[in-house]
């Protein structure tokens, strides 16, 4: 699979302490939540949990075990695999959030229609490029004989999602892993995918247009190499002035008309379980917004598994494709995924 080299070419600023991270992101610009403070209710990690927990009709391989899956969606104490992406430098790239992709067909709009599926294009491939990294990185799981090497799947010391790698191999995978499925999940946060906009009020940066779809977006999918970009697609303004304050980034013009924002299209949060609730912005509260993008969110998160499954057995064969898969959602693999368990 060939995807393009992904490069950070905004400035990147450091944060030192989990404190730091937890309780200064400015709550405008987060997307679903990774955490129960500041805003938030871990909305990545329950969706990632709806999406991924092992139910009694789960089939084998499409679920993960208790223990993996806290470590793939988080736990208290823990932003897990899924919340990577909102720590460190991972918070100011916009294509791990699918941001950076407004555009409004106004006069003097400073975007084009293409600079803005661009910004969302950009996102889709830093997905394609995850998978890649997470199919090559799963030949570590076995050895020549096709045993489980019990080092790379080690729980002993836990994982730590920071960075590009994390030593281990179902580490990096998980990692790998975590940042799909934080971006697929952010794009329903993030853009107008399943939007229906407030009809009592014109259509502007204010109250973008929306594409009112229902479930996972076919562009989002990772098996096919060329998909057909959506008409209409957009997702919030992203730049470094407005990730602190959205009221003074992303204007343009004499007169500081603001672009689309981030805060004019998001459906951060809401109530995910026992039930989906009302969402808590602005536009997730709008017609069902929040439902939607929860919904769509889930369906896509199992996809991108299955995806990825689907990549491992045409990439190293059913046999060692079934074991790897075993090895990355099982508790203990070592013990679990012997070849008549299989």
């Known amino acids: 699979m060939q995807v393009k080299k992904i490069t950070f070419t905004r400035p990147i600023w450091a944060f030192a302490a989990f404190g730091v991270l937890a309780w200064n992101i400015p709550t405008s610009i987060k997307a679903f939540g990774t955490i129960t403070e500041a805003g938030q209710n871990a909305e990545h990690g329950r969706i990632t949990r709806h999406a991924l927990a092992c139910q009694p009709e789960s089939a084998p391989g499409s679920c993960f075990e208790e223990k993996t899956l806290d470590s793939l969606a988080g736990k208290p104490g823990s932003f897990g695999a899924v919340g990577g992406p909102d720590r460190g430098r991972g918070m100011l790239t916009s294509f791990a959030h699918c941001s950076a992709g407004d555009f409004l067909d106004v006069s003097g709009y400073p975007r084009t229609k293409a600079e803005a599926n661009a910004g969302l294009a950009e996102c889709r491939t830093y997905m394609v490029e995850n998978l890649s990294h997470a199919v090559t990185d799963a030949a570590d799981l076995l050895d020549d004989q096709n045993e489980i090497r019990p080092r790379e799947v080690s729980r002993t010391f836990g994982c730590i999602y920071r960075g590009s790698t994390h030593g281990r191999a179902k580490c990096n995978i998980l990692g790998h892993m975590g940042r799909i499925l934080h971006a697929s999940q952010d794009f329903y946060s993030h853009s107008n995918w399943v939007d229906l906009p407030d009809d009592a009020l ?33 997702s919030g303004c992203f730049d470094n002035v407005s990730f602190l304050d959205e009221n003074r980034g992303c204007l343009y013009g004499d007169d500081g008309a603001h672009r689309v924002r981030h805060a004019d299209v998001a459906k951060d949060t809401g109530i995910i379980d026992p039930e989906i609730g009302i969402g808590s912005s602005k536009r997730g509260a709008m017609n069902g917004n929040f439902r939607r993008a929860v919904e769509a969110a889930i369906a896509d998160s199992a996809d991108k598994w299955a995806t990825y499954r689907e990549l491992l057995i045409a990439t190293y064969g059913a046999e060692r494709g079934a074991k790897m898969i075993c090895a990355l959602t099982s508790d203990e693999p070592v013990k679990s995924c012997k070849k008549g368990n299989l």
Request: hydrophobic content about 40%.
């Open 202 to 234: 014109a259509i502007d940066a204010k109250n973008p247009p929306g594409l009112g779809q229902r479930g996972a977006a076919p562009w989002l999918d990772l098996r096919i190499t060329e998909p057909v970009f959506p008409d209409g697609l957009i």
